[in-house]
């Protein structure tokens, strides 16, 4: 049972309206800057591990709201776990990041299942499930998934590469069989989030960290248009749930991106051009980030005035603050603390 939102800050500006100290969390924020992350992960093992073992996942995912109080926790996972689930081998390396066996021909790509397993993925339910018990009554759920074009690139290629080229000539050379793997995202994206939604989520964000890559007519094809059906399919059966749509680097394509997909805010890029984002974005749904990471990392005068730039920009109306991508893991802890101060006491003075 999700939560009356009107406790929620974070769900108050998803459902349109806006805070006058705006909610705050990180991309990332369970992850490698803590210390208490580390301890956890060396415990754990494999990356995987710590993902699909539920007592350890509800406990990552909960260290950084404890730690600073944030208004939402996003449930720790990634976003290769549809990949896995529909039977294909994935690791992760140190130092590497993540290994597919690539689905590089059509001939590959014809024997790609379509239905995944989710029985693969109740361990990420179960994980959600520990989370909502723990968390009060003001703190959002967040669950989430990569789009199916980000997701799609890695399962082409095997791995992440430069500018995910494999995948854009795939596209190119072969659509039908790169719109079969878009189409099996798809639809067990849906299955997936829904499942999120059951066991306790409030909301849901869709990754897309390479739509930045995509030309405008591309964008339309294998960004925009997987994220709608993802949106229509989850709103079917639950059609006041909220979404997040990040297609990162879309940049003057976002107008485009928020009015087909019908997504309730979009996570937008530190390089994001604030007129545009006020004049044709912010003034139609929620808008969150998008303070550099960097910024982040380098503290003091700078990051104040990277935090403030933020809020000029963008806190006269709806805004989540954010990162413009996930944080570092070299990032310093007192420098998070500096930016939550600076973002709720300029909140509140506003």
């Given at each position: 049972m999700v939560q009356d939102p009107?406790?929620?800050?974070?769900?108050?500006?998803?459902?349109?309206?806006?805070?006058a100290v705006p909610p705050i969390w990180m991309m990332r924020q369970a992850g490698r800057y803590l210390p208490e992350y580390r301890e956890l992960r060396a415990k754990a093992g494999g990356f995987l591990d710590l993902c699909f073992t539920p007592e350890f996942a509800a406990e990552v995912t909960l260290q950084p709201i404890r730690r600073f109080g944030f208004d939402a926790a996003i449930i720790f996972s990634d976003i290769l776990v549809i990949p896995y689930a529909l039977g294909r081998s994935v690791r992760f390396e140190a130092g590497e990041g993540p290994r597919l066996d690539p689905l590089d021909t059509p001939d590959k790509i014809a024997a790609l299942s379509s239905e995944a397993d989710m029985t693969k993925l109740e361990p990420v339910f179960e994980a959600l499930r520990r989370v909502k018990r723990e968390l009060d009554s003001k703190t959002a759920l967040i669950g989430f998934c990569g789009a199916p074009w980000t997701v799609?690139?890695?399962?082409?290629?095997?791995?992440?590469?430069?500018?995910?080229?494999?995948?854009?000539?795939?596209a190119y050379r072969h659509p039908d069989a790169f719109a079969k793997v878009i189409d099996a995202i798809v639809d067990n994206s849906i299955r997936y989030l829904l499942g999120q939604f059951k066991a306790g989520a409030d909301a849901l964000q869709i990754f897309d960290t390479w739509a930045g890559v995509l030309p405008p007519r591309e964008f339309a094809q294998w960004s925009i248009e997987p994220t709608r059906r993802i949106v229509a399919g989850v709103r079917r059966q639950v059609p006041d749930a909220k979404i997040i749509g990040f297609p990162r680097g879309a940049g003057a394509l976002l107008p485009s991106y928020?009015?087909?997909?019908?997504?309730?805010?979009?996570?937008?890029?530190?390089?994001?051009?604030?007129?545009?984002?006020?004049?044709?974005?912010?003034?139609?749904?929620?808008?969150?980030?998008?303070?550099?990471?960097?910024?982040?990392?380098?503290?003091?005068?700078?990051?104040?005035?990277?935090?403030?730039?933020?809020?000029?920009?963008?806190?006269?109306?709806?805004?989540?603050?954010?990162?413009?991508?996930?944080?570092?893991?070299?990032?310093?802890?007192?420098?998070?603390?500096?930016m939550i101060r600076r973002v709720r006491g300029n909140g509140m003075r506003n």
């Open positions: 009107t406790n929620k800050p974070f769900l108050e500006v998803l459902s349109g309206r806006r805070q799609a690139t890695y399962m082409v290629a095997g791995q992440g590469t430069p500018d995910q080229a494999p995948a854009r000539m795939m928020i009015e087909a997909t019908g997504v309730d805010a979009v996570s937008i890029d530190w390089a994001a051009e604030p007129s545009l984002i006020r004049d044709k974005v912010q003034n139609r749904v929620a808008v969150q980030g998008n303070l550099d990471p960097l910024a982040l990392i380098a503290g003091g005068a700078a990051l104040d005035r990277a935090v403030d730039d933020v809020l000029t920009n963008f806190a006269g109306g709806r805004l989540i603050f954010n990162l413009g991508h996930g944080i570092q893991p070299e990032t310093p802890i007192p420098h998070v603390e500096q």
